[in-house]
């Protein structure tokens, strides 16, 4: 069994920045890639951005791309996701997911284990 914990939510200014962290633990944690989804309320879950874990290769959903960034951390499971130039629209639920099959995707369905989430808030 694989458990996420993701951190590093919170309210924050249009225009400003915040940093995700998510924590993997389990004793056979093996990931083919780490990646983040996020949920606003009345609509469906949507794909941020995914890393390939040893390739290196990422994804980024159009929405964010150019603003957000995903790596991976020195220490053991740790994946970040740098949210710059934030926007009243990026409020939502993070989402905190991993791979033990595809190296990269944009389906849910393709994920195995997620955290509980964190709430991301973006005030205009």
């Known amino acids: 069994q694989v458990q996420l914990v993701e951190s590093g939510g919170g309210l924050v200014q249009a225009g400003g920045s915040l940093r995700l962290s998510c924590a993997a633990s389990g004793r056979t944690f093996s990931p083919y890639a780490m990646g983040w989804f996020r949920q606003a309320p009345g609509k469906e879950r949507e794909f941020v951005s995914c890393r390939s874990w040893n390739r290196g290769r990422t994804l980024f959903g159009d929405s964010v791309k150019g603003r957000f960034t995903i790596s991976r951390g020195n220490a053991k499971n740790t994946v970040y996701l740098q949210m710059n130039s934030l926007k009243p629209e990026d409020t939502a639920v993070y989402y905190c997911?991993?791979?033990?099959?595809?190296?990269?995707?944009?389906?849910?369905?393709?994920?195995?284990?997620w955290g509980q989430g964190t709430q991301v808030t973006v005030s205009s």
């Open positions: 997911t991993t791979s033990t099959r595809v190296y990269y995707s944009v389906l849910d369905v393709d994920y195995d284990y």
